[in-house]
T-cell receptor
């Protein structure tokens, strides 16, 4: 089935630095990818919809200047957390529509970000 | 706005016992409902969707529009069913709205 590869699996960074998370679709093209964030004991929250070749669509309350999304190709979307702060520590997951299914989505394995 | 509620954070059952993971939603239109599962150290994956009315790994879920529910059920729990389960709703667009998840623990 369709696979989305997400890297890194975990990252620790210092406050004020930037971190880039990659999401790649393997063996299929993803014109649209989705970025989610999950705080401890909370649900998966959609952050933004990444559209190949155009600007991402951010959900209300998500700072687009802080969470930079780039979807330059049909197989790669990146999320860059700029000037990270400890409150950005979270679990980030990307997903894409599963081309083999009319309804399903395929998810990356997630990235655990810890800002110290 | 749509909302998905999973009232139980943790559900523990004995092996062989029936399982029911509750999911309620709020949405004014006709939603598409899904159940996703995440086993330990694995990625989130689709378990089943309401429109297919299928049984996957012994699990079934029926959409009850009157009660706005989409509870996940299995008659006999197995140890390998232990995982995090997320109910999700898609309302008209590509985006999914997730519940907070229920951790199912099957006791041997």
């Amino acid at each position: 089935g369709a696979v989305v590869s997400q890297h890194p699996s975990w990252v620790i960074c210092k406050s004020g630095t930037s971190v880039k998370i990659e999401c790649r679709s393997l063996d299929f093209q993803a014109t649209t990818m989705f970025w989610y964030r999950q705080f401890p004991k909370q649900s998966l929250m959609l952050m933004a919809t990444s559209n190949e070749g155009s600007k991402a669509t951010y959900e209300q309350g998500v700072e687009k200047d802080k969470f930079l999304i780039n979807h330059a190709s049909l197989t790669l979307s990146t999320l860059t957390v700029t000037s990270a702060h400890p409150e950005d520590s979270s679990f980030y997951i990307c997903s894409a529509r599963d081309p083999g299914s009319s309804y399903g989505y395929t998810f990356g394995s997630g990235t655990r970000l810890t800002v110290v | 706005a749509q909302r998905v509620t999973q009232p139980e954070k943790l559900l523990s059952v004995f092996k062989g016992a029936p399982v029911e993971l509750k999911c309620n939603y709020s949405y004014s239109g006709s939603p598409e409902l899904f159940w996703y599962v995440q086993y330990s150290r694995q990625r989130l994956q689709l378990l089943l969707r309401h429109i297919s009315r299928e049984s996957i790994k012994g699990f079934t879920a029926d959409l009850n529009k009157g009660e706005t529910s989409f509870h996940l059920k299995k008659p006999f729990a197995q140890e390998e069913d232990s995982a995090m389960y997320y109910c999700a709703l898609r309302a008209g667009s590509y985006q999914l709205t997730f519940g907070k998840g229920t951790k199912l623990s099957v006791i041997p």
